[in-house]
């Protein structure tokens, strides 16, 4: 049962129908103490107004409403009246046995059970009974009177809860209709205008959710963005010396036409690799898992692989790691996080510039790993701005894909990690530092989790 109307009557109709079961049995049992009273009562005040003159038995006729009584019950109550222990007059054809006491009392004649009452006057004992099925026709009579209308009621409450569901849910149709409404270029919120209490939290985190893919969304569409405008200049350089490498007139304009193909299609490579590392660390894709690692260890091992590099610009890369500092983390994205830090100092550092990597535990137990060089520093105006994507400081040398401070930044957000821009070496130059949290738990554990 998938329909939310169905499922609200399969619980509301029942509630109703035990309900109203319960209230007929109480008003059944009421009615037929109330009637079993009534009708002794009847007996009780037919009896006493029985009349016996002489042998001759009648109903008083001072009393009208006796006499009305017996004439409506002539075929519902026998009336006996017993003498010296013999029946001096009956008025029907049943036997009824001679009462042992006065009062009220129960007998079976004839396989039928019969509701007796009888009063002494004088010598004589006045008998008048009545059959228990004459009872139970009358309270049934009035138990039919009593009941249908509760069931009238059910079925009634029954076709208006049906309307009054349907008629309480149309702002939810009204939602699906408005959502149908909704694509990725138009996720404007809902209107919760004369939405009813209960589904309004519905609405609002409808709204919420709308919010944040429109988000999203643009944010994505800006990366796109982005991403085509820096891989088309790439592009159309490669084109470029490619075509120059085709032209040239001299074995040196060949080789310097190469020699800047080689570097282009570097460029686009590293480009392309940073996109890659982006799409790694979409929150959307599968956790990675967490583990405990030697950040000291993973330093010198990301040292080792720029030191070409930086043997290569004239750039003295050392390390200061005296000792393991055990962090619990995703080793790749951390060693990714590192790589790009080294990386960008280098790039940005000039020729036998200078740049160190320092890993180390301060007085709370937190590690800290700083990347400091001597390059001409980025000034505090753009330093708010350096982690977004795609952005390149201003009057810095140096080529660059305006990613790797991104995705450095991105990694720490996943590694509950605060990365800081501060002073470089002497005084100027850059100093990246990341502050990760203290020592963690034991045992493998995902970032999802943590």
Known sequence: MHSLRRRLLAWVLPTCIV????????????AAKELAGLLDGQLEYLASHVTVDGGRVGIDRSNVYAERL????????????WYAGKLEYTDESIDLPEPARTGFADVVVGGQKWHTFALRRGDRIIQVGQAQDERWEAL?????QLLWPLFACVAAAGVALWFGIGKALRPVRVLAAELADRDADRLRPVSVASVPSEVEPLFTAL???LRRLDHAFAAQRRFVADAAHELRT??????????LADTATSEQERRDAVRELRAGAQRLTRLTQQLLNLAQLDPASAPALRQDLDLAELAREVVLDQADAAERKGIDLGLDAPQAVTVQGVRDHLAMLLRNLVDNAIRYTPPGGRVDVCVQRDGDGRAIVEVRDDGPGIPEDERATVFERFR?????????SGLGLAIASQIAQEHGAAIEIGAGLGGRGTGMRVTLAAAPRPGPKRLSEG
Do not use: C, F, H, K
């Not at 079961?21 to 009421?30: N, V």
């Not at 049934?140 to 039919?144: F, H």
């Open 19 to 30: 309900a109203a079961a319960l209230a007929s049995a109480a008003t059944y049992w009421g």
């Open 70 to 81: 017996r004439d409506d019950r002539m075929d519902a109550v026998v009336l006996q009246v």
């Open 140 to 144: 049934m009579r009035v138990a039919l």
């Open 207 to 209: 709204n919420d959710m």
């Open 234 to 243: 790439p592009v159309m350089a490669l084109a470029m010396q490619a075509e």
């Open 392 to 400: 390149r400081g201003a009057g810095i040398g140096g080529v660059g």
